[in-house]
């Protein structure tokens, strides 16, 4: 099984040879799930191995016995993306569970206006829990001459879902794909023309409408054997890791493609899961899947060129 990155961090945000754990989701997700059970085995897929490292003591501090292995993978790198693959097709032949929760929001800018009559209107609990309409961010243009934000949430996952599909698609045993979007995924942000989002101010909304998108048609195109997840604005990341877990312990078959699970908490600080419609349409999502199949063919093309000229 494959985790999302981990989330660690030294103190002072620089790698030492102890970098102090920073809890994110995934990490969260991790020790929820060893606590559920302890027999399975993790693959802790993180870019930054020092991390990754800490990721797995503290881990293992908790479960002793545990079967933790890591593994290095940039997701805003195609390179990266294609040698981690190589590498779980040579340690693994199956994979039950992918959990894909890496996702960035780079240089995060507040509208202040948006948040001042958001607070004094109707919709201010929407405002908290969706953040709709309040961040913008600045986005940039990775080594692969993507944007950072679409290569990071969306396109990195998808090539590397497509990379190890024969671990995923076996007849008797589904694997579940689960994939972290977010309640700030917004139709409004995202473009079929502009999927990349290089002409707005919304790339993280943007990004994670085309994760909600992508999900449909993988669904479709895995021939049911996948389902696809989301999740909404978290307080902690142990109330994050809510829907992730519930999904956990699901039967993919009974599940259905169209709705995102959230996970939400209560006033009384009950974690619970919500299922909602996803505001879109197959068409799209379609159009959308045939649009990142050829960006593939065309990257990855590119990427064996500049390999072939370096040889
Ligand atoms: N927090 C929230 O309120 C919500 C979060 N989400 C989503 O949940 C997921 C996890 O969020 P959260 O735990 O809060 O965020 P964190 O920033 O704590 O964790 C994100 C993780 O993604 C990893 N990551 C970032 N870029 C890359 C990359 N290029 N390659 C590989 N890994 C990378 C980071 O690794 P590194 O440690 O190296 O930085 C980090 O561990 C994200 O997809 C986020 O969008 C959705 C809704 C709400
Ligand atoms: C006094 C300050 C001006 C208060 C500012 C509050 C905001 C920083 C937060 C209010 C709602 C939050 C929010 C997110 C980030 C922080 C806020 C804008 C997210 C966009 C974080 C990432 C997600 O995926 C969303 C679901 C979050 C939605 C709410």
Redesign the pocket.
Known sequence: MID??????SPQGHHNSSPKV?R???LALCERLLTEDDQIHLCLA???MQ?AKAARISLLSLHPAADISILQ????SLKSVCQAATEVKQRYRQVDFLYL?????PNPCINLKVFLSGLFSRKVIHMFTTGEGLLTQKDQITDDGLQEVFE??VFGHFVLIRAIEPLLCHVDSPSQLIW?S??NARKSAFSLLDYQHIQGQESYSSSKYATDLLSVALNRHFNQQIRIFT????IT?YN?AEALLWLFRQKPELLDPLLKYHSCTSGLGNNYVESRKMNLEEESSELFYQKLLELEKQTLKKLSESEEEYK
């Open positions: 999302g990155p981990s989330s660690l961090q920073r994110g989701i995934g993180c870019r930054n991390r993978v940039n997701l805003g929760n890496a996702g960035i929001m990071t949430n972290t977010s309640s999740n909404s604005f978290t990341p994050g």
